[in-house]
């Protein structure tokens, strides 16, 4: 079973995830200094946590809902500085409240993309010091203007701050810059790598085709059973060069377009072909096999089955760490079973599959013929 998080946070890019983490701890952390506050009847940082606390909560729908990451970033960020601005100054600088002050930079430096830092980070440290200055002059409150050991640390810990800032600026921000674009040459090495894949065995199927001969019919059909198998494994390699991702294919799109494909290819009328996978995706290895066997399912029934129309259904379920795929059509079926292991080759590579996904193999009668196989996919 996927964790909400884990779904929220696939393919997102790594400032996205920062952002995500920045505003559930900044949600969690004001909600919790909204209870310890109203506990003390604290109600002016009482209010100012509420409204901080529906302005994230705004920008996080607004995030969901339309996206544009790099605004939300940049509002978010102003409005942490002006909560923890607000949280101070209504404290008048007591109890250490303006430490929030020094934390809020770091936000910055994981939140936002590396051309808006700088200038980001530059305002706020002028209101930082334009805050301060204000504080010293305007301040009831002399705990911390009157300490001079307490200014001289503020001022230490200030710069130690702003270098952070820029070491990671300079260093860490542009390793991952290099990082991300090895990623993405690596991304478009890999699409070229499927698409050449693709085109390969588009020239194969071709001259399979080439090598038929119209008055052999039998030797006709192999070569056609043979095409469709190529193809079938084509049309996965085609849909990987299509997507920004690699790891899995979409079950119900490829099945979709393989039995199309070899409906096309047979020439056969009336038959109906509905898939039931929801948005179930299964990786590379496993989607070869799979689309051999529909292949091979969907061959002997287009053959065999049917007269005179009919309807096939395809599925694929997901229980926990489980998958069950099950094909069947409503066909004639079989007297007796054993006669299946006489088509041959089929049959053969249909069970070669299965053994090659670790799945177990059942074939009933409903009446009709039904297929279900049962494996582990931990990257599906």
């Not at 099945?255 to 070899?262: E, G, T, V």
Request: hydrophobic content about 45%.
């Amino acid at each position: 079973m996927q964790f909400p998080l884990k779904k929220l946070l696939k393919d997102r890019t790594r400032k996205e995830i920062f952002l995500y983490g920045y505003i559930y701890s900044f949600i969690i952390i004001l909600s919790i200094a909204l209870i310890i506050d109203l506990l003390l009847s604290n109600y002016d940082d009482v209010l100012i946590e509420i409204v901080s606390i529906l302005l994230v909560l705004g920008l996080l729908f607004w995030l969901h809902k339309f996206g544009h990451t790099r605004l939300i970033s940049i509002l978010l960020m102003w409005c942490a500085s002006l909560a923890s601005f607000a949280l101070v100054l209504t404290n008048d600088f007591a109890h250490n409240s303006y430490f929030f002050l020094f934390f809020v930079p770091f936000g910055y430096y994981l939140v936002l993309n590396k051309k808006d830092i700088l200038p980001q980070v530059s305002l706020y440290f002028i209101f930082f010091s334009i805050f301060f200055i204000y504080g010293y002059f305007y301040s009831k409150n002399r705990y911390l203007f009157d300490d001079t050991t307490a200014l001289g640390g503020l001022f230490i810990a200030t710069l130690f701050v702003i270098a952070i800032g820029i070491f990671i600026y300079f260093a860490i921000e542009q390793s991952f810059e290099k990082l991300e674009a090895l990623n993405l040459q690596k991304e478009l090495l890999l699409k070229e790598v499927h698409h050449r894949v693709k085109n390969n065995l588009n020239m194969i199927s071709s001259i399979l085709g080439l090598q038929g001969d119209p008055q052999d019919k039998k030797l006709q059909q192999l070569i056609e059973k043979n095409r469709m198998r190529i193809e079938s494994i084509s049309i996965v390699h085609e849909m990987l060069y299509k997507v920004d991702h690699f790891e899995s294919i979409c079950f119900s799109e490829y099945a979709k377009r393989l039995s199309n494909h070899i409906l096309v290819s047979s020439s056969k009328q009336n038959i109906t072909i509905d898939i039931d996978a929801s948005k179930i995706t299964v990786n590379l290895e496993n989607m070869i096999f799979l689309g051999l066997i529909i292949q091979e399912m969907l061959t002997n029934s287009l053959k065999y089955a049917f007269e005179n129309g009919g309807k096939i259904n395809i599925g694929l379920f997901r229980d926990e760490d489980r998958y069950r795929f099950t094909y069947t059509d409503n066909g004639k079926g079989y007297n007796n079973l054993n006669d299946i292991n006489r088509r041959g080759l089929g049959i053969d590579l249909i069970q070669l599959g299965a053994k090659q996904l670790g799945a177990s193999l059942e074939i009933t009668n409903t009446p009709g013929l039904t297929y279900q196989l049962e494996f582990a996919c931990e990257e599906c």
